[in-house]
């Protein structure tokens, strides 16, 4: 395993950039966003900015906070690391074994607690990072036409526009959840494979289902992503192969006899749940990320997945199955 | 008590929408029954919505509003497969085969449990096909107390619920709700348990093949 400590590297120009796990990973000021990732001659680590090497060697910018304990940045085996800072790219003097290369993505999401620790992988180049996060095209002042409003949703709130359907055929809340969901439906549907008026069609006719089973929403079930997802996956199916999903009644008499929760599930507020999966997602090391948006985000078999990305089926079904087992645990032992 | 459950990768392919509609039929009707399961795919569809929350966007049609709007006007507008699944079901099933037959089945049964066309496919062992489409067959069998099946392998995989009662296969012990999938390779002899019947839902991808001594005789028949 790495280890991550804080302290001050030294970069090639003479400049230096201070190392701070305190909170995260930082390099100067810039968060650590994917760490270890395993390049063809090297080891990257994503920060979230640029970082430009300081003109005149003028270190001043650069100092590591005092009031935080560090100690000097080691790497595998150890030793304090030097490191060449080019632009963006910080590259060791040392070429051994623990070569290791800094480089910066500018349109990333800020994550807190990166895995920077985490088992380096081989095979990922940063070409392919870019593709990990789903919303990575889409952040602000980056190339991206298309920006919908208001990053992550209060689920809270989108839970009260259903309700407001329901109790009162509310068509501004509707809206509401049509001008945030509809084009991410949209999208979703066309990664999954589906051609633009395709995806239009399911999407429209989704969101028409969102307003006739507006009653049939339980927030202590589902929250209201959640829900509405599941609606536009079943609309797809039906589309695709008229398979049958009914909703499953709990006063069905098939239930009386059939516990209808497991035991000692976390109770979650409609936003904590999603924080607590959301937070989890952003702190998979990239390999796990990698997969778990192939398989969540562009729902593809495990099949395909092994075949586009060239990796036996037994990996990405393990690969997924502990991502799995670690949100979980992450779902039932979060402190609240 | 289910002790026997669908590993993760059923579940993730069942949550997001890629499974076939044979396995995802296994999975619907085993997460009807099992509430660990259920909890597992609702797991599964909360990373798929928040990842969607997060996703990209793709721009609609200026009157994509305009047109889901009028639609919801119109009552009789979407005739779905969704919809029918979501109505009364159009059979009168008896109170038997609604405690038995979770409803992500019921839609596959014609009529009750008692009035379905049940066919002896061996010894102890009745058979009603609900399916059968290229080289998938989905069937209700019902092995008789204490009877053993003949040992076989499949072409493919075969998938088995229990629906009531249980059975035993080597040393594992299969009851109400928990799930088997035995794949091509497995040559497997199932013992229904002594105190009732064993009514199962099983899915076969492939042939199945008998591998007893007597068995290999039979094997023509139990293909056809």
Known sequence: MDSVQCGIAATAQGGQVSVNAMSGVMINDAKVVIADIAASNGVIHVIEKVILPPRNNDQTSIKPDPLRRGRFFEIQSGGPHVFNIAAHTLRPKDTSRNNCFMQTLIDSTAIKTPAFAAVPVMGVRLAESKGFYPNMKSKPGVKSGRKAPGKTADMKHMADCIRAIAARKDRQAFEELFRFYAPRLKAVLMKGGAGAQEAEEVMQEAMVLVWRKAEQFDSSKASASTWIYTIARNRRIDLLRREKRPALDPDDPFFQNISANPDGEQVYTENQRAGIIREYIRTLPPEQLLLVQKAFYEEMTHQAIAAELDMPLGTVKSRLRIAMRRLREQLSGAEL | ?224
Request: with cysteine.
């Open chain 2, 1 to 224: 008590m289910i002790t026997q459950h669908l590993s993760d990768d059923f579940l993730i392919e069942y949550a997001n929408g890629a499974l076939a509609a044979p396995e995802s039929l296994v999975v619907g009707n085993h997460i009807a029954l099992c509430a660990e399961c259920r909890a597992r795919v609702e797991t599964f569809e909360d990373v798929s919505a928040v990842l969607l929350e997060d996703g990209n966007t793709e721009a609609i049609s200026a009157d994509a509003l305009d047109a889901v709007l009028s639609r919801i006007e119109s009552p009789a507008d979407i005739e779905s497969p969704a919809d029918e699944a979501d109505a009364e079901p159009r059979i009168q099933f008896d109170q038997a085969t609604l405690e038995l037959i979770p409803p992500p089945l019921r839609s596959y049964l014609g009529d009750s449990l008692s009035a379905l066309n049940w066919k002896r496919t061996g010894r102890g062992l009745e058979e009603v096909s609900l399916l059968r489409e290229d080289d998938v067959r989905i069937s209700l069998l019902r092995i008789r107390v204490g009877q053993k099946v003949p040992s076989h392998t499949h072409g493919g995989e075969e998938f088995t619920l229990v629906l009531s009662g249980g059975y035993s296969d080597g040393d594992t012990h299969y009851g109400k709700g928990d799930v088997s999938v035995a794949d091509g390779e497995m040559d497997h002899a199932p013992v229904a348990d002594d105190d009732g019947p064993c009514l199962c839902l099983t899915v076969r991808r492939g042939s199945t093949r008998l591998t007893g001594p007597i068995g290999r005789f039979l094997n023509p028949m139990v293909r056809g």
